[in-house]
């Protein structure tokens, strides 16, 4: 006799991923149970109802059955009962299934005395009718997640049937997400903490609005008032929280209507509120990549959204420079990120377009400013005026456009400033990031050198001229990092200074030069032992480095200009 048995079958789990769509996720397995049990006397006897049970296949012959009925049956045990080899209790016992566990049947004789099991080995087991109950099996494959109200207390099952285990009370007036079990929903189910199918009566719920919007687009509002969200379509429930004022919202809609909408709590969970007191964001309609600058022709608020009723972010003065991309094809709204990384949105009207950054060279230049002008916030004359510019003013400086146009700076804060790049005489020196400082180092090269000497000649020259030009005063003793600019400046404007002094100088000179040349802070032995504080150029050449130290020349009279490291006349210590 061949048999032909049905299976039942079970939805199994819902997600929502962030904002995005709520959708089921997985197929439907079998309604077969494991031969693992609550109460299983480890003899193989089946569990209840299981999300991961393994399907027990019924034979296609089975032996001297009689039955006319060849349906297959999903039955809950009442009480916990043997099964045997054969049809008869005097036969073979191979086990126990406890109560309230859950198997897959057929009857056996016409009678309906017997049934029987086969087990996930093959194994025939035969079972007295007498103690299961027939269960409805699932009559439906309907996957949508259903929203409800218990309209009175209401237990939980672990299988469609009273009988079974017991799982907890939804109370009257809680909310319940569910799926539908049987056509005339006199069964439905949920899932537990833990995945378990929960079966509980469905008379005695009040259907709440389902997912009938097929727009699938997300959209972003604004919080107008504090706006509280719910764990499902309804209002009638404790409220999950509240969404303060100005606060953006993502969210798709619930109903076709466009009455309820879902998003997330930000901590994972679907909830549910209504587009009373949302204000609808513009879309990001633009696909320009590109970056503009601008700048703010009037006080311009920056907000955390694209809405006047955001959060307010802080304000870009008239004046100001901006770099932005555009949220609208139409430019009436562009962002850009703050110094926290934040996007911020503002209105994109009343902005003057300016050159962005085009040139690609990083060179830093120094030049002499030819007539006067003037620092701004941005490449533009529009811009915030900074501070002016006396003709005649070394300047440090790189390009922003790349035709030299606009150039930039920046002040002893730290903050770009932009000018105009005509009229410029280039300082041809540049190896300080001070323009003042090249512009003198590049005088005194041209007073003490001619274009006949050799580099060499060059560089002995500059060294004279710095121990014979200028007279020695104290200006303590170790000098605070980033010393070297400054006490160099210090020394061409007061024609005096310590050995740092003239180590700075003769050090940068060197280096205009072309020499790689080092300017020490360091420590040199003294004649009545010990160390004193010191500084000295240190240069390398040809693969040996050469001491020079133009202050202890000048103090003792002796040569000490270029002595080969560890032939010196004094011992350097850094």
Request: hydrophobic content about 35%; some cysteine; aromatic content about 12%.
């Amino acid at each position: 006799m061949t048999i032909n048995m049905v299976v039942p079958v079970y939805a199994q789990v819902v997600s929502f991923n962030g904002s995005e769509s709520i959708e089921v996720t997985s197929t439907i397995p079998q309604d077969v149970t494991s031969d693992s049990s609550e109460g299983s006397t480890g003899q193989g006897s089946p569990s209840e109802l299981s999300d991961d049970s393994a399907p027990l296949i019924l034979p296609l012959s089975a032996v001297s059955a009689d039955s006319v009925d060849t349906k297959s049956y999903w039955g809950l045990v009442l009480t916990a009962c043997d099964y045997y080899e054969s049809a008869s209790t005097s036969s073979k016992k191979l086990g126990r299934y406890p109560a309230k566990s859950t198997l897959t049947f057929r009857h056996w004789d016409k009678a309906g005395r017997w049934v029987f099991v086969v087990d996930s080995t093959g194994t025939t087991r035969f079972v007295q009718k007498k103690h299961i109950e027939i269960i409805p099996q699932r009559t439906l494959n309907d996957k949508t997640l259903y929203y409800g109200l218990m309209t009175q207390n209401r237990s939980f099952w672990s299988a469609p049937s009273g009988r079974s285990h017991n799982r907890g009370v939804a109370t009257k007036g809680s909310l319940v997400k569910y799926y539908r079990w049987t056509g005339n929903n006199t069964w439905v189910y949920t899932l537990d903490a833990k995945g378990r199918r929960m079966f509980f009566r469905g008379d005695t719920i009040k259907a709440l609005p389902r997912q009938t919007a097929t727009d699938t687009a997300k959209y972003s509002g604004i919080a107008l008032k504090k706006k509280s969200y719910y764990p499902g379509p309804t209002t009638t429930v404790t409220a999950s929280g509240r969404f303060g004022i100005g606060r953006t919202i993502s969210y798709r809609k619930w109903t076709a209507d466009g009455k309820w909408f879902y998003g997330s709590d930000g901590k994972g969970n679907v909830v549910f509120f209504t587009k009373s007191d949302i204000e609808i964001l513009p879309k990001q309609t633009s696909t320009d990549k590109t970056v503009y600058w601008a700048i703010v022709l009037k006080n311009r608020s920056f907000w955390s959204a694209p809405s006047i009723r955001s959060r307010n972010r802080g304000i870009a003065y008239a004046g100001s420079l901006v770099s932005y991309r555009k949220w609208t094809s139409s430019g009436s709204w562009v962002y850009a990120t703050d110094g926290q990384g934040r996007w911020i949105y503002f209105k994109g009207n009343d902005l003057e377009v300016v050159p962005g950054k085009t040139s690609t060279d990083k060179k830093q230049y120094s030049a002499v400013v030819g007539t006067a002008r003037s620092y701004y916030a941005g490449p533009s004359t529009k811009a915030t005026r900074l501070r002016a510019l006396p003709a005649g003013t070394p300047v440090s400086y790189w390009k922003w456009t790349a035709d030299g146009s606009w150039v930039y700076t920046y002040d002893e804060q730290g903050r770009v400033m932009f000018f105009r790049g005509n009229n410029l005489t280039p300082i041809t020196v540049n190896v300080s990031s001070n323009a003042e400082l090249n512009l003198e180092l590049q005088k005194i090269i041209s007073r003490v050198t001619t274009s006949s000497m050799t580099q060499d000649q060059k560089l002995a020259a500059c060294y004279n001229h710095v121990v014979t030009g200028y007279s020695y005063a104290a200006r303590g003793s170790y000098p605070a990092k980033g010393w070297e600019t400054s006490y160099a400046l210090n020394m061409i404007k007061d024609k005096a200074g310590n050995c740092y002094s003239y180590a700075a100088l003769f050090g940068f000179l060197a280096q205009a030069l072309g020499y790689d040349a080092r300017i020490i802070s360091g420590q040199v032995g003294m004649a009545n032992g010990g160390w004193g504080a010191h500084g000295w150029v240190e240069i390398r050449l040809g693969g040996a480095t050469y001491v020079c130290d133009p202050e202890g020349q000048r103090s003792l009279g002796r040569n000490m200009y270029m002595m080969p490291i560890g032939n010196t006349l004094l011992t350097y210590k850094r």
